[in-house]
């Protein structure tokens, strides 16, 4: 008898464990979500901007700034653009090189 006994008293502590993490469940369930805990960070300013001449090589950000590295016939050049401006804050071209013909010994 104290076998059997011992047998209800686990099944129904195991039952009462049972129903109340159900409870627990349910309740989770039912609550709003929580606010994240930080706030999103702010996205970059949508902007465009047209490179003046050539195809786009490449684009590095140097800095605070983005460069743009640009090939056409007339050479390579580089437009450095400020991204919170957005304006184009200057250019480096590429400086023809000297004939072997003009080059002093």
């Known amino acids: 008898m104290s076998e059997l006994r011992t047998i209800k008293l686990v099944v129904g502590g195991m039952t009462l464990l ?5 409870g627990l469940l349910l309740w989770g369930l ?4 929580a606010p994240p805990a930080f706030p999103p960070p702010p ?11 050539g ?3 490449s684009v590095t950000g140097s800095g605070p700034f983005l460069a743009v590295l640009t090939e ?9 653009f400020d991204p919170h401006g957005p304006r184009l804050v200057g250019t480096l071209a590429d400086a023809p090189s ?3 013909a003009l080059t002093t010994p």
Do not use: D, H, N, Q
């Open 18 to 22: 049972l129903v109340g993490m159900l």
């Open 30 to 33: 039912s609550r709003p979500p």
């Open 43 to 53: 996205s970059a300013p949508a902007w465009t901007m047209a490179v003046p001449e």
């Open 55 to 57: 195809k786009i090589v």
């Open 72 to 80: 056409s016939e007339a050479g390579r050049k580089i437009f450095l």
């Open 98 to 100: 000297p004939s072997p």
